[in-house]
Each structure stands twice: as structure tokens, then as C-alpha cells.
């Protein structure tokens, strides 16, 4: 039976997953013990979320990922529609921030995200090494959101 926990302790049990996401561990750091963190799982674990509550009614999605054996098999949206609903009486945005990808601009665009703001050169400045996603450097953030 899928079903979506939450987890509380020993967040970093996970860390393979949260990896997937977002490669460097200490950028992970800075919002995991903060975040609050749900995993979708069946006999396994396929899917992971963390959200922080960033203040005025925005929570913001830190890292979402699906194990890439169950990648585009809907979890990933599962996740989303599940904080959306649960979060809807208690904050008005939902954000989510992530490098200009082809791997992710298309999927929050399905999930129902428009384009909001962007982070100039968060990913040159704050990971210690270049990301590459589809042979391109990622440079800025780009921020997404949706009404919840
Ligand atoms: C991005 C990610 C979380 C999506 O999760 P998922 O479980 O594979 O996504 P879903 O199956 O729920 O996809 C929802 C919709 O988005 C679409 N989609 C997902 N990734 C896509 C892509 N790269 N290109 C085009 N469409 C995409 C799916 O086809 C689906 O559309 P449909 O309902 O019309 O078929 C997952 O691919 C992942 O873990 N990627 C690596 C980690 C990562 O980059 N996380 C984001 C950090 S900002």
C-alpha cells in the first residue's frame, strides 16, 4: 500500500535520496533539521519532500525526489498535490527554487508552477563545484510557485 510518512528523526537516513536532488550535503544542511520531511513509500521508499515555512503565508519546497527506478510514474505529483492540500489552510504560496533544467522546469510547470523570481547566480556562488544537469551549467535559481 503507498503511503506518505513523515519523518522526524534521523532525517539523514535518507541522505542517498536527498542527494539525488541536490548533490552537495552541506547545501542539504541548511534547511533539513528545519524542514519538515515526508516520504512516499510501499515495501520501499520512492519518493522524498522537504518544506520550510519561509515566512507571509510561502512555504517553499527545499528538495523533492523520486528514486529513478519510479521516476514519471506520478509520485512526484503525488508529493506536491499532498503538501498542497495539507498546507492549504495555513500559507497562500507554495515555492519551489531549482537550476534552469530540463529535468525539472517541465515537471513543476505540470505540477501546475509559474515562473516567479530569480536568484542570480545562486548555484556559482553557493556550491563549492559546477553543476552540470544535461550538459549544461546551472547558474541561477529560478523560483516557481502556485496558489495554494
Ligand atoms: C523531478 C522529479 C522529482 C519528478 O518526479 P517524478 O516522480 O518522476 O514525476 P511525476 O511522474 O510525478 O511527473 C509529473 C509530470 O511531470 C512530467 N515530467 C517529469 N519530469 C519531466 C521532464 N524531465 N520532462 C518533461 N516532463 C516531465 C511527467 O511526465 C508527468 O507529466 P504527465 O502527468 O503529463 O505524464 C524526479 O524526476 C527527480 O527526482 N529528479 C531528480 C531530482 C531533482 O532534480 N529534483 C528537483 C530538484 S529542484
Known amino acids: ?37 515526508y516520504v512516499l513509500k510501499d515495501s520501499e521508499v520512492m519518493a522524498v519532500i522537504v518544506i520550510t515555512d519561509e515566512g507571509n503565508g510561502v512555504l517553499e519546497i527545499k528538495n523533492i525526489a523520486t528514486v529513478p527506478k519510479f521516476q ?10 499532498f503538501v498542497s492540500n495539507k498546507y492549504k489552510d495555513k500559507y497562500s504560496v507554495l515555492q519551489v527554487g531549482t ?5 525539472t522546469v ?5 505540477c ?3 515562473r516567479s523570481h ?14 552540470f544537469e544535461c550538459g549544461k551549467q546551472l547558474i541561477d535559481m529560478i523560483y516557481f510557485k502556485k496558489d495554494l
Not at 537550476?99 to 529535468?103: A, K
Open 1 to 37: 500500500m503507498v503511503r506518505i510518512i513523515e519523518i522526524k528523526n534521523n532525517k539523514k537516513e535518507y541522505l542517498e535520496l536527498l542527494l539525488i536532488a541536490d548533490e552537495q550535503e552541506s547545501m542539504i544542511d541548511r534547511y533539513l533539521e528545519r524542514g519538515t520531511m
Open 72 to 81: 514519471g510514474k506520478g509520485y512526484g505529483r503525488y508529493l506536491i498535490e
Open 99 to 103: 537550476g534552469d533544467s530540463p529535468l
Open 106 to 110: 517541465p515537471f513543476y510547470e505540470k
Open 112 to 114: 501546475g508552477f509559474v
Open 118 to 131: 530569480l536568484i542570480k547566480n545562486f548555484f556559482t556562488d553557493n556550491y563549492d563545484h559546477p553543476i
